[in-house]
C-alpha cells in the first residue's frame, strides 16, 4: 500500500511542488493550507505521515501537532521550519514528533525520513496487532471489548 | 545654502550661549555692586556731612562761650575794681592813672579808661582821646548803664579805625552812683574767635542785629551779611552764606547773650568735602577695576563653561550615534531569524519547483520518448514559478539592505501611507504568522506628501509596531496603523489592544535603558531612540494609554523639517561626498 501523507504548510505553491514530487515518488499525498483545515483532515482520514510546517497563521505548528497527537497518537508527524528555530523543532520532538527538517529540504533527505517514520508507525501498528492478539488468545472475551 | 537667522548675525549656538552666559554673570555683579557702593557711600556722605557740621556748630558754641566769659569776666574785673577802689570821688584822676598803668599791661586790650558822675560827667578819663568832661547824660549807652548797672557797647570804629567795644559799669559810694567806663580794642576778641583752631580753616564774624559786621577774624574773603539768616533763640543755626565773590560757604551761628550780636563761624565746605569727593573717586576707580577684572574673568569662565558643554554636546551626539547604530544591530539580529524564514520559503519553493522540473525531465529521458503536452506546461508553469520566487527573494534581501545600511538621514520627498504600507507588508506576514496579531491600516488619503526621511519613519514604525506585537501575544490582537491630517501637521499613529499602560509607566517609557520586558529582550533604548529620531525630524511623539485599554501612540511630524534640522542633515551628506 502506498504510504499515505499530508503535507500542511500556508504557503500554496510550495505545497503545490512538493505534492507532486511526494506524487511521483509514489506517496499517496493529500495536501492542507491550514492547521485547522489539516486537523478537520486527520479527524476524518488515516494518514501515516503528516508533514508539517511549524510557521502557519491561526493554528500554528505546534498547536496542530498537538491536536493530531491526540486525535490520532500514530500518526507521524515530520516537522518543518523556514527558519533556524531549534526550539521548535526540539518542542515539537518533545510533543511527539518523529523528526523536524529545514526548508529548503533536499527531497530525499524528506523521502528518507518518510519512509523512516512510515516504517516505525508501520512497525508500531503491528506490535499492537500482536498484543492484541495474544490478548485475545489469553482471554476471547476481550473481542468484544472493541 | 541658504542662511539661517543664527548664521546672519553671525553667530552660532555656542557664541549665543557664552554671550548669554556673560551677560547674566555681568547682570548678577553689576546690579548689587554699585548698590553696595552706593549704599556705602551714602552712608559715608553722610557721616561726612553729619561731621562737618557737629564740628561747626561745636566751634561756634565754644566760642560763644569763650566770648560771654570774656565779657562776664572784664565786667566782673571792672565790678571788683570799683569795689576795691574808692573811685567815686572827685580828684581821683592822678588815681585813675594810677590804677590804668596797672591794669593795662596786665589786660592789653584797655584802650582807656574813665569815671562818670551821677550826672553823666565824664570828671575823670586816662586814654588816648580828648574825653574829660564830656556829658554823655543823653546817650543810650549812659541811660541803659545807669537802669541796668552794666553796659556792654557795640563794636565800633575807634582809635586808628580799630574795631573797639566800650564796658560800663555802676557803683555807689553811698547812695550816689558813680560810673566806671572802659573801652577795649578787639584784638583779644579776634583772638579769642580765631583760637583753638589749627590751620585756619574756618573765619568767624561777629555781626550785629542791622547785618553789621563787627568783628571779623580770619583771613578768607568776606561774607556778604545780606544772606546771612538769623537763627532763633538759643538755637545754633547751620545754614549757608555768599561771599562777596558768590562763593558760597557753609556757615553756623548762634546769638550771644546779649542777643545784639550774632556769633557766625563760616567755613568753605569744598575743603571739607574734598575727603568726600576724594572718596567718590576711589569708589568710581574700584568699581571700573572691579568691572574689568569681573568683566575678563567672566570671559574667560564663560568661554571655558561653553567649551566644556561643547564637548559634552559633542560626545553626547556621539554616544547618540552609537546607540542608534546598536539599536540597529539589535534590531537587525531580531530582523534576521524573520528574514531567514522570509527567504527560506522561497527558496524551498524554487527547490521543490525545480526538482519537480528535473524529475520530469529526468522520466522523460529514461522514458526515451518526446515531453507531452501536459509535461511541456508543467515545466514551464514550474520555470515560471522559480523565476517569481526569484524575485520575491530578491524583495527581501533589498528590505534587510535598506535597513542595514548606515544611517544617511535623507530627506527627501515621502508618500507616507505608501512607507507605511510596504513597512506594513512585510511586518505583516512575520507578525501575523507568528504572533496571532493582525495589523490594520488606517490610511488618510488626504495627506500630502511630506518632506522627511522615510528609512528613519519606517524605523520609529517598525519599533512601535515591535512592541505592539510583543505586547499583545499570545493572547493575539488588533494592532491599528494610522495617518491622518491635522492642522499643517501628519499625525501618525500606532495602536493596539494590548494591556495599556499605568500613569507612572507612561511618563517613563521614553526614558533611555527604561523597559518592561525581561532581560535579555529588551534594552529599553528602542523607544528613547524613535523619541530622538523624531525630534531630530521636527516633530514630537507622545502616547495615550490607560491600564487595560491598550496603548496608542502618536508621532506628529511637520510637513517639512524646520531649516535647521534640513541644514544639518544636508551638511552631513554633503560631508560625505
Known amino acids: ?118 516504517d516505525r508507525k ?20 476481550s473481542v468484544l471489548k472493541e | 545654502m541658504k542662511p539661517t537667522k543664527g548664521k546672519q548675525l553671525g553667530l552660532d549656538y555656542y557664541q549665543r550661549l557664552r554671550w548669554n552666559i556673560i551677560a547674566f554673570m555681568l547682570l548678577v555683579v553689576l546690579i548689587p555692586l554699585p548698590l553696595v557702593a552706593g549704599t556705602i557711600y551714602n552712608y559715608y556722605r553722610t557721616y561726612v556731612r553729619t561731621t562737618v557740621i557737629n564740628n561747626l556748630k561745636s566751634i561756634a558754641e565754644k566760642r560763644r562761650e569763650a566770648i560771654e566769659v570774656f565779657l562776664a569776666e572784664r ?76 553796659y556792654i557797647s557795640d563794636v565800633f570804629l575807634g582809635y586808628r579805625n580799630v574795631p573797639h567795644l566800650a564796658i560800663a559799669v555802676k557803683s555807689y559810694t553811698g547812695s550816689t552812683p558813680w560810673y566806671l567806663r572802659v573801652t577795649i580794642n578787639t584784638d583779644t576778641f579776634e583772638r579769642l574767635l580765631q583760637s583753638g583752631q589749627r590751620g585756619a580753616l574756618r573765619d568767624a564774624y561777629i555781626v550785629n542785629r542791622h ?77 571700573f577695576t572691579a568691572f574689568l577684572m569681573v568683566g575678563g574673568l567672566t570671559y574667560y569662565a564663560a568661554r571655558w563653561i561653553v567649551r566644556k558643554i561643547q564637548a559634552a554636546d559633542t560626545e553626547r551626539d556621539i554616544v547618540r550615534e552609537h546607540l542608534m547604530q546598536t539599536s540597529k544591530l539589535t534590531s537587525l539580529g531580531k530582523m534576521a531569524a524573520g528574514l531567514a524564514h522570509e527567504i527560506n520559503n522561497p527558496l524551498a519553493i524554487i527547490s521543490e519547483a525545480a526538482g519537480y522540473a528535473k524529475e520530469i525531465l529526468d522520466h522523460n529521458w529514461s522514458e526515451e520518448a518526446d515531453l507531452s503536452g501536459e509535461q511541456q506546461c508543467e515545466l514551464h508553469t514550474a520555470l515560471e514559478d522559480i523565476l517569481k520566487e526569484v524575485y520575491r527573494g530578491k524583495d527581501i534581501t533589498q528590505r534587510l539592505l535598506g535597513f542595514a545600511r548606515k544611517m544617511d538621514p535623507k530627506i527627501v520627498e515621502v ?21 496571532k496579531v493582525t495589523i490594520i491600516q488606517r490610511f488618510d488619503r488626504n495627506i500630502p506628501v511630506i518632506r522627511t526621511d522615510p528609512d528613519q519613519i519606517q524605523q520609529v514604525v517598525s519599533n512601535l509596531v515591535d512592541n505592539a506585537v510583543y505586547f499583545t501575544s499570545p493572547k493575539g490582537g488588533e494592532i491599528t496603523v494610522a495617518t491622518q491630517l491635522a492642522d499643517g501637521f501628519v499625525l501618525l499613529s500606532v495602536a493596539d489592544n494590548g494591556p495599556g499602560m499605568k500613569p507612572n509607566l507612561r511618563a517613563k517609557i521614553f526614558d533611555p535603558f527604561f523597559t518592561t520586558k525581561p532581560v535579555g529582550d529588551g534594552t529599553g533604548l528602542g523607544l528613547a531612540i524613535c523619541y530622538g529620531i523624531v525630534q531630530k525630524l521636527g516633530g514630537e511623539i507622545t502616547v495615550e494609554s490607560e491600564e487595560g485599554k491598550g496603548s496608542k501612540f502618536i508621532i506628529r511630524l511637520p510637513l517639512e523639517p524646520t531649516e535647521d534640522e534640513e541644514e544639518r542633515h544636508e551638511a552631513k551628506s554633503n560631508d560625505r561626498g
Not at chain 1, 57 to 82: A, F, H, Q, S
Not at chain 1, 124 to 136: L, N, S, Y
Not at chain 2, 107 to 131: H, K, T, W
Request: aromatic share 8%; hydrophobic share 40%; glycine share 6%.
Open chain 1, 1 to 118: 500500500m502506498k504510504p499515505r501523507v499530508m503535507i500542511v504548510d500556508d504557503e500554496e505553491k510550495f505545497v503545490d511542488y512538493l505534492s507532486k514530487r511526494l506524487i511521483n515518488n509514489g506517496y499517496d499525498v493529500t495536501t492542507s493550507l491550514s492547521g485547522e483545515d489539516a486537523v478537520e483532515k486527520v479527524k476524518r482520514y488515516n494518514f501515516d505521515v503528516v508533514i508539517l510546517d511549524v510557521l502557519m497563521p491561526g493554528l500554528d505548528g505546534i498547536e496542530t501537532l498537538r491536536e493530531i497527537k491526540k486525535i490520532k497518537p500514530l500518526t507521524e508527524v515530520i516537522m518543518l521550519t523556514g527558519h533556524a528555530s531549534v526550539e521548535s523543532g526540539i518542542e515539537g520532538m518533545k510533543l511527539g514528533a518523529y523528526d523536524y527538517l529545514m526548508k529548503p529540504c533536499e527531497t530525499q533527505e524528506l523521502v528518507s525520513k518518510i519512509t523512516k517514520a512510515h
Open chain 1, 122 to 141: 508501520a512497525d508500531q501498528e503491528e506490535r499492537i496487532r500482536a498484543a492484541r492478539v495474544a490478548d485475545i488468545v489469553s482471554s476471547p472475551r
Open chain 2, 75 to 150: 565786667v566782673l574785673y571792672l565790678k571788683t575794681l570799683t569795689q576795691a577802689l574808692p573811685l567815686g570821688e572827685l580828684d581821683k584822676r592822678n588815681e585813675l592813672e594810677t590804677v590804668f598803668s596797672i591794669v593795662k599791661p596786665l589786660s592789653g586790650s584797655f584802650v582807656d579808661m574813665g569815671l562818670l558822675d551821677e550826672r553823666g560827667v565824664q570828671f575823670a578819663y586816662v586814654g588816648p582821646y580828648d574825653l574829660l568832661q564830656k556829658d554823655y547824660r543823653a546817650t543810650l549807652w549812659f541811660q541803659e548803664v545807669s537802669r541796668q548797672g552794666v
Open chain 2, 211 to 287: 547785618k553789621e559786621i563787627l568783628v571779623h577774624a580770619g583771613t578768607r574773603e568776606a561774607i556778604d551779611p545780606s544772606s546771612i539768616a538769623f537763627p532763633q533763640p538759643e538755637e545754633i543755626r547751620v545754614g549757608n552764606v555768599r561771599t562777596l565773590n558768590g562763593h558760597s560757604l557753609l556757615t553756623a551761628s548762634t546769638w550771644l547773650n546779649n542777643d545784639r550780636w550774632l556769633l557766625l563761624v563760616a567755613e568753605d565746605p569744598t575743603s571739607e568735602f574734598v575727603t568726600l569727593a576724594h572718596a567718590r573717586q576711589v569708589a568710581l576707580y574700584l568699581f
Open chain 2, 415 to 435: 508618500d507616507l501611507n505608501k512607507t507605511l504600507a510596504d513597512l506594513i507588508k512585510f511586518y505583516g506576514r512575520l507578525a501575523t504568522k507568528s504572533r
